[in-house]
């Protein structure tokens, strides 16, 4: 038996020897607690929820518009058509660094700055930090709602996504009776500029030229991109497996049950960012629609302007 | 009923099911946590929030029969943010089997120690690599995938935790060596 060998053995048997014990019982009660308050979230793929507005997210809608004034002063930004023009070199923050607060798992986040890591395996490490007003909400861990949600007429919101292919007819995915939506019909190569392209080549939806984008100093595409509002997406489209409503998927999430997000509503514009991220491809994203207000778009565009990239 | 089959049914919704799915599996997670973290309380917190998100996202989970790799990668997710966290519980820090035991044959307890010493001062991904490749049973690139990294850096990492394990046990040889010639 060779020296390696006999190396890997004895790592292997002290590492069993280390993890003798099992769990102990407090843990099984402590967790078995935890799951009793915790829901499932939604079947199939995770997706915007509509947020109804109420009386009180009227009031913070408001809010919004001068917290997101605020925030926009003073944070960096990310640059790229599209985006207003950067703030004077003399500004600072009046404050110190604010503290950065992790992601919850669902529900209404406090005005703050958060950080999430969008991809679970290709790039478990890379974190996005972006600052909310109050009455925003986030939806799983990874996609930051208006307090008006994501759907149509008037939401808006954000989600950071991956993709390795695309659907040249979003409402028909089903390929061979497929009933997940998981391997797009154009596969794209690896750069931001190949997604950019390929999603500008596709005549199911219209789209604007990509064009050169930085944000917070990774070079990338952008490009709008505006969904159809002529479909019954409910009645006309494919359905995944155990819904009774059908799905529009623009593309297919990178990571096996990754996040993903279909088509909120008719006349979905999305802004999408794409940018190389020392080797991972990040899809940034923000959606609006024609009757989104002015200042809710603005507050939208703040939030998104405050994101800052680590990899 | 197989894990398959209670997976499906937790899918479903079935909170008996699922507490099943969690008995059988606590065990295996808590101890690849332990090893990593070297700390039994953030080995706990990770373990918890792993069940929990398991639970909340099993419904996006398309293919039961991978169930077992989505789970360690939800783990290892958990346990690289319990790393990044500060220490909360500094004095829960446990230095794990630095008793010393009888003697077998996976070496002395000074072999034991030096490896433990070792390997605690390896970083959290190095740790990883280690007790996915040597304890786990993994091939690099079945690590690697279940990372998330290319293979390459699961090589590199695989190899500088080695040689480093492997420096810790021919110290520890050549001073055992030292103190039998000057006895």
Redesign the interface.
């Known amino acids: 038996m060779s020296t390696a060998s006999n190396?890997?053995l004895?790592?292997?048997?002290?590492?069993?020897?280390?993890?003798r014990?099992?769990?102990?019982e407090?843990?099984?009660d402590?967790?078995?607690r935890?799951?009793?308050r915790?829901?499932?979230?939604?079947?199939?793929?995770?997706a915007w929820r509509l947020s109804p507005m109420n009386a009180r997210l009227a009031v913070a809608a408001a809010a919004v518009v001068i917290a997101a004034v605020g925030v926009y002063l003073i944070l960096p930004r990310a640059n790229g058509p599209g985006f207003q023009s950067s703030p004077s070199p003399t500004l600072t923050p009046a404050s110190p660094t604010p503290t950065v607060h992790?992601i919850p798992?669902g529900g209404p986040l406090d005005a703050g700055r958060y950080v999430l890591?969008p991809?679970?395996?290709?790039?478990?490490?890379l974190e996005v930090l972006f600052t909310v007003p109050d009455g925003w909400d986030v939806f799983?861990n990874w996609a930051p709602l208006s307090p008006k949600g994501t759907s149509a007429p008037a939401g808006s919101g954000l989600a950071f996504l991956s993709t390795g292919s695309i659907y040249s007819d979003p409402c028909h995915w089903s390929k061979d009776g497929a009933v997940?939506a998981?391997v797009g019909d154009v596969a794209v190569g690896p750069t931001a500029a190949d997604l950019a392209n390929a999603i500008h080549a596709q005549t199911a939806y219209t789209s604007t030229v990509p064009v050169d984008v930085t944000i917070d100093g990774y070079t990338g595409k952008q490009l709008d991109v505006e969904l159809p509002s002529d479909i019954d997406v409910a009645t006309e489209c494919d359905k995944e497996a155990g819904t009774s409503e059908g799905s529009y998927w623009m593309w297919t999430p990178l990571?096996?049950?990754g996040n993903n997000v279909y088509a909120q509503g008719p006349g979905e514009r999305r802004h999408i960012s794409i940018v190389d991220v020392e080797g991972d491809r990040l899809i940034l994203m923000h959606n609006d629609y024609a009757g989104t207000s002015d200042a809710d778009v603005a507050a939208a565009q703040a939030v998104f302007d405050s994101i800052e990239i680590n990899p | 009923m197989t894990n398959a089959e209670l997976v499906r049914k937790g899918r479903a919704?079935d909170?008996d099911a699922?507490?099943l799915v969690?008995?059988a599996q606590?065990?295996h997670?808590?101890?690849?946590a332990?090893?990593i973290l070297r700390d039994?309380d953030r080995a706990?917190d990770a373990?918890?929030e792993a069940?929990?998100?398991c639970?909340?996202?099993?419904?996006?989970?398309?293919?039961p029969d991978?169930f077992d790799a989505?789970l360690n990668?939800?783990l290892?997710?958990c346990v690289?943010?319990e790393a990044r966290r500060e220490r909360r519980h500094a004095a829960s820090l446990v230095v794990?089997?630095a008793e010393p035991r009888q003697l077998?044959?996976?070496?002395t307890v000074a072999?034991?120690d030096e490896?433990?010493r070792v390997f605690g001062r390896l970083s959290v991904d190095h740790r990883t690599m280690?007790?996915l490749h040597?304890?786990l049973g993994f091939t690099i690139e079945e690590a690697a995938?279940?990372?998330?990294i290319p293979v390459g850096t699961a090589k590199s990492r695989l190899h500088y935790a080695?040689d480093a394990?492997?420096a810790a046990?021919e110290s520890d040889a050549r001073v055992t060596a030292t103190r039998q010639v000057m006895a």
């Open positions: 190396f890997d004895s790592i292997a048997a002290w590492l069993d020897e280390e993890a014990d099992g769990a102990p407090r843990l099984i402590a967790t078995r935890q799951l009793e915790t829901n499932q979230r939604r079947a199939i793929w995770p992790e798992a890591r991809y679970m395996t290709t790039a478990p490490g799983g997940t998981t990571e096996a049950d | 919704g909170r699922f507490d969690m008995t606590i065990d997670l808590y101890r690849i332990r090893l039994t706990e373990v918890q069940l929990v998100r639970w909340r996202d099993l419904r996006t989970l398309r293919d991978r989505w990668r939800l290892l997710r690289t943010d794990l089997n077998d044959d996976t070496g072999d034991r490896l433990a280690v007790v040597h304890y995938a279940t990372i998330g080695t394990l492997r046990l």
